[in-house]
């Protein structure tokens, strides 16, 4: 069974604030996606990769793919960055984690 | 500029109707999928479509259909056996050279 585990599922965090956000997958994959869901609903794609790390702007992503975990990082982060963070891996589909809902406090 | 609208954005529904939810891309994406959003779990693929004509059963299909009679559009009809329509749809595409996925701003149904 394809499962993608995120964690925490909750984080609050003051502006300025080092965070991460960890996903772990079970079944091996042809790339993970990192997408962003603000309070309307609305999801954007952040980030897709498939090893190594990725970079853009204060979002970094890195994934292992020997141990089958990605994190995404944001530095000095600001209220605006507050929304529910989703991970997903693909292959014939995707499969996506539950989220994490991230509060940056000002 | 290019993207993914979904609509109506909130739409009420009594409990019986059928009810169509809209997706349009000009993104010239063949993939397209219909996920639905519930509280404290990931999104489910409910349908996709590869290409205009075909599209295949996600994991959760039951009470719900769709055409792609035009590789723009890829309407979503929950139909009145589907037994707990309240929720959050989200549309997507896909593009064929990188792979990543596209949403629209989701519709909300609810069933009253």
């Known amino acids: 069974k394809n499962e993608v585990e995120q964690s925490p599922q909750n984080l609050t965090a003051q502006e300025g604030e080092f965070i991460t956000i960890n996903c772990s997958y079970s079944v091996g994959i042809s790339a993970l996606h990192w997408l962003q869901q603000h309070p309307g609903g609305g999801i954007v794609s952040l980030f897709m990769?498939?090893?190594g790390k990725k970079k853009h702007g204060r979002l970094i992503a890195t994934i292992n793919i020997q141990e089958k975990h990605s994190s995404l990082h944001i530095t000095a982060s600001h209220p605006r960055d507050s929304a529910v963070y989703i991970c997903?891996?693909?292959?014939?589909?995707?499969?996506f984690g539950t989220g994490t809902s991230l509060t940056v406090i000002p | 500029d290019g993207g993914i609208t979904q609509s109506p954005k909130y739409l009420f529904r009594k409990e019986g109707q059928n009810v169509t939810l809209s997706c349009e891309q000009n993104l010239n994406h063949d993939a397209m999928y219909w996920y639905r959003q519930d509280p404290g779990q990931g999104l489910r693929l409910i349908y996709y479509?590869?290409?205009?004509?075909?599209?295949q059963k996600g994991d959760i299909a039951e009470g719900y259909s769709v055409s792609r009679e035009k590789k723009e559009s890829f309407p979503l009809t929950v139909t009145s056996a589907q037994k707990n329509p309240t929720a959050f749809y989200l549309c997507?595409?896909?593009?064929?050279?990188?792979?990543?996925?596209?949403f629209g701003e989701g519709s909300r149904l609810t069933v009253l």
């Open positions: 997507a595409s896909k593009t064929r050279n990188t792979g990543e996925l596209f």
């Open positions: 479509s590869q290409i205009v004509n075909d599209f």
């Open positions: 997903a891996n693909s292959g014939n589909q995707f499969y």
């Open positions: 990769l498939s090893s």
